[in-house]
């Protein structure tokens, strides 16, 4: 699959310092659906007002840099899809000249109008998912940081103005994302910029830091990030185009070693019965398949010979076959489960030549790992032995962790931004849609 570095931008943004940040920035993940809501997002929740005087130092002697840089932040917000007079820039900035006189009541008023503002935006950004995803645990969605939290965070940065401009609220993506777009913007790429808003739109769901997996189908590849910082990463399998695998966030409980494979009923139509057709019940046995009664935990094994196998390959009869362990199994030797009713899991695959390839689009969904011991390890802090031979035996992770299915085109990388294939047609349908017009600030 050939991937492609449309541009690359260094310059920055107008108001930018040119002096070194002052803190770690969080290392950018290399990875992430659907247009931002038309409509303006809810209000934010009742925000906290400064528990006390130690907050973000937004002046210093002479200093407003870190408060022009939050208004900066805000009179772009249009960038994040949000409408930039939900933030009372005209009141926020005549307090902020009002500061300048030097007396503490109007810095106390300013400075208290600069953290609202700061914590509204923040709450803005995390109000909604995009479009597309699918939510199986409410844990699993990144929230904004409470506003005590955002505060204090904002206090200990060593340099404030550069803090906002890093947004590290966000995945570690964002803001370069956002840098990007607002370039595309200032020299005319239409196109670049159009693809720019659906990725950052998508990065939203991502959260600024912690330990999670992060599979980006677009890429084809799995991460493993501690703190904001990849750790490791991987190839993968994914699903084929006609069966993409889906965006989602959700956590990962346990580690199922020895697993069965419950073949979903359009893969026995479409993989299993035209093979039975042509070679008989042998087939079933040579690959470990089993023809079961029904889907509950007492179904019991039927005779192939029974089953009206055309009529499973034309879809006029449903069955459960089910893939007992083995060298053959389509899951490996491990899978990695996280509860979802679209029955998607990261797992062991026996084809490991498949990972070799560029385009990695030949699972029915599911993500195959190209080394899933590797990953047990790192979710489990320990190699994962299989002690005996009895399937599917449960491993539950100490701490679970979230897992998110992204499909992010556009990934920063240095100064550039490279994009990857839209392998599933979703930048198009969704850059379609938005020519109908329907774009329209949250």
């Known amino acids: 699959m050939a991937n492609r570095t449309v541009f690359g931008w260094s310059c920055k943004p107008a108001g930018c310092s040119a002096r070194p940040a002052g803190f770690a920035f969080l290392a950018a993940a290399s990875l992430a659906t659907g247009l931002p809501a038309p409509a303006k997002a809810a209000p934010a929740a009742p925000l906290e007002e ?154 939203r769901m991502l959260p600024g830091g912690g330990r999670y997996v992060l599979v980006n189908t677009a890429a084809q590849r799995l991460y493993m990030v501690d703190d904001g910082k990849v750790i490791d990463q991987m190839r993968v399998v994914v699903g084929k185009k006609e069966q993409p695998t889906p965006q989602m966030a959700a956590t990962i409980k346990f580690t199922a070693l020895n697993p069965y494979w419950n073949v979903p009923p359009d893969l026995t139509a479409e993989r ?6 042509k070679q008989g019940p042998a087939y079933l046995r040579q690959l470990g398949y089993v023809v079961l009664s029904d889907w509950s935990d007492q179904a019991v094994a039927v005779d192939p010979a029974t089953i009206d196998w055309q009529g499973v390959a034309n879809g006029r009869i449903q069955i459960r076959v089910r893939q007992d362990p083995g060298p053959h199994n389509s899951m490996g030797r491990m899978k990695f489960m996280f509860p979802n009713p679209q029955g998607i899991y990261l797992h062991d695959t026996p084809n490991k030549e498949l990972l070799n390839e560029d385009a990695r689009l030949f699972s029915g969904g599911c993500v195959r790992l190209e080394d899933a011991s590797r990953l047990a390890r790192w979710l489990h802090g320990r190699d994962l032995e299989v002690p005996t031979a009895e399937a599917e035996q449960p491993v539950a992770l100490d701490r679970p962790i979230p897992v998110y299915l992204v499909y992010q085109t556009a990934v920063p990388s240095g100064g550039d931004v490279v994009f990857h294939d839209d392998i599933y047609g979703e930048d198009a349908a969704q850059l379609a849609a938005l020519a109908e017009p329907r774009w329209a600030a949250r």
């Open 50 to 203: 400064r528990s006390s005087a130690e907050g973000p130092a937004w002046f210093g002697w002479g200093d407003d840099a870190a408060a022009l840089a939050l208004i900066e932040q805000l009179e772009t917000a249009g960038l994040d899809g949000l409408d930039p007079s939900r933030f009372d820039l005209p009141g926020l900035k005549r307090a902020v000249r009002d500061a300048g006189n030097g007396k503490m009541s109007a810095v106390s008023r300013a400075s208290k109008a600069l953290d609202r503002a700061l914590v509204r935006y923040v709450n803005a950004l995390r109000a909604q998912p995009p479009r597309g995803w699918t939510i199986n645990d409410r844990d699993a969605v990144a929230q904004a940081p409470s506003a005590d939290r955002l505060l204090a965070d904002a206090a200990s940065a060593p340099d404030l103005a550069e803090w906002v401009r890093a947004m590290p609220w966000m995945h570690s993506s964002y803001a370069s994302l956002r840098r990007a777009l607002a370039d595309a913007d200032t020299r005319g790429d239409t196109r670049a910029a159009a693809l720019l808003r659906l990725n950052l739109d998508r990065a």
């Open 272 to 277: 299993i019965a035209p093979h039975v057709l």
